[in-house]
């Protein structure tokens, strides 16, 4: 009955930014951590970032000091802004959000759709 929603997603040229925002339903808060993560075709899914339900953040090698995860309470909403994007940052973009482990019954996680993300010149 979760359901994660993801947009945001497009092409962009290098050193462009772009804003990726996943839309839970229910409240944001009611999670133990949300976050971003990639895959691109040939590779492992990673971590892009992640923000946990007290506030902390953890971001990937690739993307640290480019790329802010942050949450819009007013719209409930945890977006990620992209700032200085490379080649290298394309691929399809998933939001995640972990539950706190309040029902056995439940899935520990979910997985959004995922947005593409293409950076070309």
């Known amino acids: 009955q979760v359901q994660l929603v993801e947009s945001g997603g497009g092409s962009v040229q290098p050193g462009k930014s772009l804003r990726l925002s996943c839309a839970a339903s229910?409240?944001?808060?009611?999670?133990?951590?949300m976050g971003w993560y990639r895959q691109a075709p040939g590779k492992q899914r990673e971590l892009v970032a992640e923000?946990?339900?007290?506030?902390?953040?953890t971001y990937g090698d690739s993307v640290k000091g480019r790329f802010t995860i942050s949450r819009d309470n007013a719209k409930n909403t945890v977006d990620l802004q992209m700032n200085s994007l490379k080649p290298e940052d394309t691929a399809v973009y998933y939001c995640?959000?972990?539950?706190?482990?309040?029902?056995?019954?439940?899935?520990?996680?979910?997985w959004g759709q995922g947005t593409q993300v293409t950076v070309a010149s």
């Open positions: 229910g409240s944001i808060f009611s999670f133990k951590a």
């Open positions: 995640n959000a972990q539950r706190f482990p309040d029902n056995p019954y439940a899935p520990y996680e979910y």
């Open positions: 923000l946990t339900n007290g506030g902390t953040t």
